[in-house]
């Protein structure tokens, strides 16, 4: 394979656009996934929503496309490679290349682990939130280096990777151990990748309203406001201004990178 060298932001004319790329986002959808969506649409890139909620994601892709971009959305489970595969074909069949995927899609528990009876949520989550992010970086990621183009492969973490908190109150183990493997698993991608000029990242949230907000215990909430320097949850839409920026010119000395996007939370918390 021969390297694809991209060239440097010689000016800052253009240096934050992303206007015209192709983007899939999975777990589009909702929550921080619809951010990332919202944010690449707004900023002039079309969107392909992968999500297992295929009228929802309908209804987002379709709000979309007010901005003038082309945006669609395909029903997928990422944690079945075969659904993944299908996928693939519908994405390719809408666009011609693939510049950017941002892999979102996550679940979490709120079980103790000798409590998972079965394991069955240890499963259920590891699926999802790695392998389910190998399946689609294995199965997207070969269009991308064959195409030439370079590009931008963008992982939703958690500053759960790399720290525990709320162990005993809010307890989520696969979680944690899920996104402290994608954060090592992004740094070799990046390695791997990086001859086809293709950056991988990862972008680690703290507190950010999502559908886990449900599962938060008010200690947790009570922390937040007390502790945490920024005093609030962030937006969804402020986690997709940084995954615009990741994907953009500007950020082209960056990959292996985790990202770390949390108000100040693990600095005054550790």
């Known amino acids: 394979m021969s390297i694809v060298h991209l060239p440097p932001i010689t000016s800052m004319e253009d240096a934050f656009s992303v206007k015209g790329l192709n983007v899939v986002v999975t777990g589009g959808n909702r929550g921080i996934g619809k951010g990332i969506a919202t944010a690449f649409a707004q ?19 379709e709000d979309l496309a007010q901005y003038g971009v082309r945006t669609t959305c395909i029903r997928v489970d990422i944690s079945d490679i075969d659904s993944v595969k299908q996928a693939e074909q519908e994405v390719f069949a809408f666009f011609d290349h693939l510049d950017v995927l941002v892999n979102n899609a996550g679940v979490a528990t709120t079980t103790p682990f000798l409590q998972d009876e079965g394991m069955k949520e240890w ?67 990046a390695i791997e990748l990086g001859d086809a000029g293709i950056r991988v990242n990862c972008i680690a949230p703290g507190p950010f309203h999502s559908d886990l907000d449900a599962d938060l215990p008010p200690s947790f909430l009570e922390q937040i406001d007390r502790n945490m320097p920024m005093h609030r949850f962030g937006e969804p839409i402020e986690l997709g201004a940084y995954a615009v920026f990741l ?17 100040g939370l693990t600095c005054a918390n550790g």
């Open 247 to 263: 994907a953009s010119p500007a950020a082209r000395m960056i990959t292996g990178a985790v990202c770390v996007v949390d108000g």
């Open 123 to 189: 499963y259920r989550v590891l699926n999802t939130d790695l392998n389910g992010v190998a399946n689609m970086i294995h199965t997207f990621a070969p269009h991308m280096v064959q195409a030439g183009r370079g590009g931008s492969i963008i992982n939703t973490s958690s500053v759960g990777g790399h720290r525990v908190g709320g162990g005993k109150d809010h307890p989520n183990p696969p979680y944690h151990t899920a996104k402290a493997g994608l954060d090592h698993f992004t740094r070799y991608l």
């Open 43 to 61: 900023s002039g890139a079309n969107v392909a929503i992968l999500c297992r909620n295929k009228p929802m994601g309908d209804a987002v892709a």
